[in-house]
């Protein structure tokens, strides 16, 4: 692969804030194209990844790159090609929906002011209303409609959906899929909702504790783990590479395991298992992966 | 970038009225007063000793405009309003409402952003700063030629330095709108840091700023015991900083041992002066002659340009740095 066909490449990238270290070891390569979702619990260091993607912060240590090109050297052209919708999709409250579509128009070197109107129209979100004066799931369509305005490569989007009812979550899911369905944007959206992912995303990054724990193609991420059921056993296994987690009950142990780890024994049974089950799993774990080599499965 | 300046800090209009209406109302009273003095208020000063007229105008000027004239020495603050006014939301409204993620993910890089919107505020902080103290300096020109322009109502309200406070109210403000993130506390910073620096600054740097000058005379024999007025070296536009008596070396007398003298005058039964003179004693004076002023100016603005341009290059740094 070229490097322009990666949306998004870091490489080593920590950023330390005063009271700590947000984000560490971050090397990533996500493929242009399709759905990226970036999921770990709050306090993870998700809205710090995805700032220093669109380059609102600069990385104490590694690089990003951004379809091809270092983000920190900020061009009009390659800021042109990044949309961002920031949390709580900010606007300039006191402007109304025509002047906030007048800034995008002002501050880029492409804007489709014929797309955002129709957008907005569609959704019958009138022009003339101040943004502060809209609910919030107006304010994010807004906010969606400007950064696609942009008719950016990369959409980067931060917890879009966390702070909308139900029913502004359904919608706004809608558009952004549709504007997906139309081609050629990739998307990078954060969550700390596991649930519905299966359904838009192709491709996966799990951050914990400021450290990537999981990332790769959902269908393959899926083809590599199973879920090994059998009789409890006592040996402790959370150390091993290839057991991801092991639940005990009574009379079962439970093994979500990877890399086609299969069952060597009589009595142990292989299921798939769900995307939301996988990624729980590996939230779980603890931060640091061990290096302990595998054990294989108890026979 | 213009449009979205302009319609995020349309607000300035308000400032821009009200400096607009004070500066009318200055006019229309300073027109009255400079009609006091046909010849001009300088001339008239210069013959003040010597032309009734001259001393009539003066102290209707001081009856009648007087308490104008009290009431501006407070407004050496409005500059630094201003300038703070200006400053504090800059980087701090877009860090508090969380809009400086969308201003700064758009095409023009952050750096363009921030230059533009330093040069159009602090700019309008200069030209409304600028012509609030070009009517002010106009308004005072007879008061200044009776009571010199060195006094804290006139230097701090003419000539540059209102405009450098203005500057260093807008730089202390931005700075501290990016290190706060909230406009309101960045304003007060500004505000407090001004009156803390304000005071030390024309008490103990100004008279500084120069190697004061020094006369030394003997008293008169007949001359009135206080001798700064018109017509006399150092004169009352000139800035005296320190004056007293000296003996017949110019050894410089304690107050007590002036009034030490005083007694000894009183218990002879002499009159003052004459025992003064009999003694040798002389009066001197330690003071920044009037003509200093633009120096004395130029200085202090300079002074406070470069800590507001100190606290600038600071946010220059951070912005292009990505702290913020």
Redesign the interface.
């Known amino acids: 692969m070229t490097a322009t066909e990666f949306a998004l490449r870091t490489d080593g990238v920590g950023k330390r804030y005063r009271k700590g270290w947000a984000l560490r070891d971050c090397t990533l390569a996500l493929p242009a194209g399709g759905v990226i979702a970036l999921v770990g619990p709050n306090g993870a260091g998700k809205t710090t990844l995805l700032?220093l993607v669109?380059?609102?912060?600069?990385p104490s240590t590694g690089t990003v790159e951004v379809l091809g090109h270092d983000v920190?050297a900020?061009?009009?052209?390659t800021?042109?090609r990044?949309?961002?919708l920031?949390?709580?999709h900010?606007?300039?409250?006191r402007?109304t929906v025509a002047?906030m579509l007048?800034?995008?128009r002002?501050?880029?070197?492409r804007f489709d002011q014929g797309l955002a109107e129709r957008r907005l129209a569609q959704l019958g979100i009138p022009l003339d209303r101040r943004a502060g004066t809209l609910s919030g799931g107006q304010q994010a369509q807004v906010?969606l409609a400007?950064a696609l305005a942009?008719r950016p490569d990369l959409l980067v989007l931060d917890e879009p959906v966390a702070s909308l009812d139900p029913l502004a979550r359904h919608e706004f899911l809608q558009v952004l899929m549709g504007a997906v369905a139309e081609g050629g944007v990739t998307v990078l959206f954060s969550s700390h909702v596991v649930h519905e992912l299966e359904r838009v995303c192709d491709h996966l990054v799990v951050l914990n504790n400021g450290r990537v724990t999981l990332t790769g193609d959902i269908d393959t991420l899926l083809a590599e783990h199973r879920l090994l059921v059998g009789p409890r056993t006592a040996n402790d296994l959370d150390g091993a590479v290839a057991v991801v987690e092991a639940v005990h009950s009574d009379r079962h142990t439970t093994l979500l395991v990877r890399d086609g780890a299969i069952p060597a024994a009589p009595g142990w049974q292989a299921r798939p298992v769900a995307l939301e089950d996988l990624v729980l799993a590996y939230l779980r774990r603890p931060s640091e992966p061990s290096a302990v080599v595998t054990s294989g499965v108890p026979a | 970038m213009t449009w979205l300046i302009w319609r995020q800090h349309a607000q300035v209009c308000v400032l821009g009225v009200l400096v607009g209406m004070f500066g009318i109302a200055l006019l229309v009273l300073g027109t009255q007063a400079h009609d006091l003095f046909p010849g001009g208020p300088a001339r008239c000063a210069g013959e003040a000793g010597i032309n009734e007229a001259c001393a009539a105008s003066f102290r209707r000027l001081d009856e009648e405009y007087g308490y104008v004239e009290n009431l501006l020495a407070g407004f050496y603050l409005v500059p630094v309003v201003i300038g703070a006014f200006l400053g504090a939301p800059l980087l701090a409204r877009e860090l508090e409402d969380g809009t400086w993620q969308l201003a700064w993910t758009q095409a023009v890089p952050r750096m363009r952003w921030l230059a533009a919107k330093l040069v159009a505020l602090a700019g309008v902080t200069v030209t409304l700063t600028g012509m609030f103290t070009l009517v002010l300096t106009w308004f005072r020109q007879p008061f200044d030629a009776w009571e010199g322009r060195f006094q804290y109502d006139a230097f701090d309200l003419e000539g540059l330095v209102p405009v450098a406070y203005a500057l260093f109210a807008f730089g202390i403000a931005t700075a501290a709108g990016a290190i706060l993130r909230r406009s309101l506390p960045a304003f007060g910073v500004a505000f407090g840091a001004f009156l803390a620096t304000r005071m030390p600054v024309a008490l103990l740097a100004r008279p500084g700023y120069a190697t004061p000058l020094t006369t030394m005379q003997p008293v008169p024999v007949g001359g009135a015991k206080d001798q700064a007025g018109h017509g006399t070296v150092p004169s009352f536009a000139d800035w005296m900083i320190e004056h007293g008596y000296a003996d017949a070396t110019g050894q410089r007398l304690s107050w007590t041992e002036y009034d030490e003298l005083e007694g000894a005058a009183n218990q002879a039964g002499t009159n003052l002066n004459q025992f003064l003179h009999a003694r040798g004693i002389q009066q001197f004076g330690v003071y920044h002659p009037a003509d200093r002023f633009w120096t004395f100016q130029l200085i202090e603005a300079a002074l406070f340009i470069a800590v507001a341009a100190v606290l600038i290059g600071v946010v220059v740094w951070r912005v292009r740095r990505r702290m913020i």
């Not at chain 1, 669109?54 to 600069?58: D, E, F, I, N, S």
């Not at chain 1, 002002?106 to 070197?109: D, E, I, T």
């Open positions: 700032r669109v380059g609102l912060l600069a920190t900020s061009t009009p052209q800021l042109s990044v949309g961002f920031a949390q709580d900010p606007l300039y409250k402007f002047e007048r800034f995008g002002a501050c880029n070197l906010a400007l942009k």
